[in-house]
């Protein structure tokens, strides 16, 4: 069974940073894509950023600029650099591993900007 475990949630001020981690219990490269979603209380899950096994990434429009997507292969490990937060991108972050039509998720980590 896939195991996908975060890391590196919190609270922040607005304008700060955190760098989100997953350790992934596969090789991330038997995954078409990993990558960070998130959910704010009374939302929907949303996309944040992937990355595919080709190493394109994918930003959502809200987040551009300010996040990075990045892996460690020899690790196995997909981090989130989260820099200029702003109190909008309060949310749990779930770490996510997509193979064809399946989905792996983590537990999710608790990100709180506020003042």
């Known amino acids: 069974q896939v ?3 975060e890391s590196g949630g919190g ?3 607005p304008g700060g940073s955190l760098r989100l981690s997953c350790s992934v219990s596969e090789n991330i490269f038997n995954f078409n ?3 960070w979603y998130r959910q704010a ?3 929907q ?3 944040v950023a992937t990355i595919n096994v080709g190493g394109r990434t994918m930003y959502s429009d809200s987040v551009k600029g300010r996040f990075t997507i990045s892996r460690e ?3 196995n490990a997909v981090f989130l650099q989260m820099n200029n937060l702003k ?3 309060t949310a749990v972050y779930y770490c996510n591993a997509q193979i064809l039509s399946k989905d792996y998720w983590g537990q999710g980590t608790q990100v709180a900007v506020s003042s």
Do not use: H, T, Y
């Open 3 to 5: 195991q996908l475990v």
């Open 11 to 13: 609270l922040v001020q």
């Open 33 to 35: 894509a990993v990558g």
């Open 41 to 43: 209380p009374g939302k």
């Open 45 to 47: 899950r949303e996309l």
């Open 73 to 75: 292969n020899a690790v």
């Open 87 to 89: 109190p909008e991108d």
